[in-house]
């Protein structure tokens, strides 16, 4: 194969390729029926499925941003609920800042908040989870039923992007099973890739069905919360259950020693 040099001028051109968040999300958002969409999202109790919403040059940003930091994933096993790979915000502020400036991309924060009718906040910078790559790369990688329990002190929102999905894996959730008025309503998608799921993770009971052999899945969540405080006893629960379940000891702690001062 021939080599290939840049030139200067392509050299600029590929450092502007990275695209600029908020206008990639204004350009999709303003051409969708909104009003629809917020009657659907309360409709089914705090949940949108959208199988086409990234635009197609973020999407294949957050594709080469998940393949490069394969190298970076924490893979955790929890016998009978969940096996699989993440890597959390702080490796992604280091080495996929795009993904940092989509998640507090004013354009993206603002459509969100017309969904969900709540004034919404980015979570606490020692929180893992406020944007997090979660990869599927064995065969029986999976997470059993579970909610995203907000330990905050308001709601806490799930937007969940399809970045890669070579795999059979799917989210099978439960509609309004927190309430008595109406029957629970099972539904099940496989997201591709630039898809999204938005729900109040105190609402939707879901998984992610286990992988079959050969495959590969990757996705980015988002989490927005209504109220950043959190009672000192949640947080004892959350970070434990972060160092086991998700983003090992290191990542949780060196953070949360940073933010007290100690020396890790
Ligand atoms: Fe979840």
Not at 138 to 159: A, F, K, N, P, V
Request: glycine letters at 8%; hydrophobic letters at 35%; one cysteine or more.
């Amino acid at each position: 194969m021939d080599s290939v040099t840049l030139d200067d001028t392509q050299a600029k051109g590929a450092q502007r390729a990275i695209p600029d968040a908020d206008h990639a999300v204004a350009n999709r958002t303003h051409g969708f029926d909104n009003a629809r969409l917020r009657k659907d999202f309360a409709d089914q109790g705090a949940f949108l499925y959208l199988d086409d919403f990234l635009a197609p040059e973020v999407t294949a940003q957050l594709v080469a941003s998940a393949r490069g930091l394969l190298g970076e994933v924490n893979r955790n096993y929890l016998p009978g609920h969940k096996q699989g790979g993440s890597v959390s915000r702080h490796t992604i502020d280091r080495l996929a800042p795009f993904i940092a400036e989509l998640y507090r991309s004013e354009e993206l924060i603002g459509w969100l908040e017309q969904l969900s009718g709540d004034k919404l906040m980015v979570s606490p910078a020692d929180d893992p989870h406020a944007y997090a790559l979660y990869y599927y790369t064995r065969s029986g990688d999976h997470i059993g039923w579970h909610y995203d329990t907000s330990y905050y002190d308001g709601r806490r929102y799930t937007l969940l992007l399809g970045v890669i999905d070579e795999s059979t894996c799917r989210l099978d959730y439960e509609l309004h099973t927190r309430d008595d008025s109406k029957p629970d309503e099972p539904g099940s998608v496989q997201i591709p890739p630039g898809g999204l799921v938005f729900f109040d993770g105190d609402k939707l009971r879901h998984r992610i069905s286990p992988m079959g052999e050969n495959e590969m899945r990757v996705s980015l969540t988002f989490e927005y919360v209504t109220d950043p405080n959190m009672r000192p006893w949640k947080r004892v629960i959350s970070n434990m259950k972060d160092a086991i379940a998700y983003f090992g000891f290191r990542q949780v702690f060196r953070q949360l020693m940073k933010k007290n001062g100690d020396a890790a």
